[in-house]
Nanobody
Framework: QVPLVESGGGSVQAGGSLRLSCTAP????????IVWYREAPGHSREWVGG???????TYTDSVKGRFTISSDAARDTSYLQMNSLKPEDTAMYFC??????????????WGQGTQVSVSS
């Protein structure tokens, strides 16, 4: 499986911002959509949003208007810009190319994630 790497997490106060990165080698040339998830302690993994290979963005209701997903084809990297962070956004964040979007998109392993902690 192809490894991917998430980064950019940290600790911020409520109202702050962070930008997470997800580098998945080759996902652009494969035409893969990218999906972002998060997992808070004691909770199951939650879908946060995604960006399709042609740039369409979707978000879960709780982050709409605060989070923005983008991608940089030249770097095979997706970004999750998180603004107006709330304590309930505290979680480990993961990304993954969507295996349903095409051949080769299911070859990626889960990364280790990047931790986001928001204090009140």
């Amino acid at each position: 499986q192809v490894p991917l790497v998430e980064s950019g997490g940290g600790s911020v106060q409520a109202g702050g911002s962070l930008r997470l990165s997800c580098t998945a080698p080759g996902f652009t040339s494969k035409g893969c959509d990218i999906v972002w998830y998060r997992e808070a302690p004691g909770h199951s993994r939650e879908w946060v949003g995604g960006i399709s290979h042609d740039g369409r963005e979707t978000y879960t209701d709780s982050v709409k208007g605060r989070f923005t997903i983008s991608s940089d084809a030249a770097r095979d990297t997706s970004y999750l810009q998180m603004n107006s962070l709330k304590p309930e956004d505290t979680a480990m964040y993961f990304c993954k190319p969507d295996s349903n979007t095409g051949r080769g998109c299911g070859v990626y392993a889960w990364g280790q994630g990047t931790q986001v902690s928001v204090s009140s």
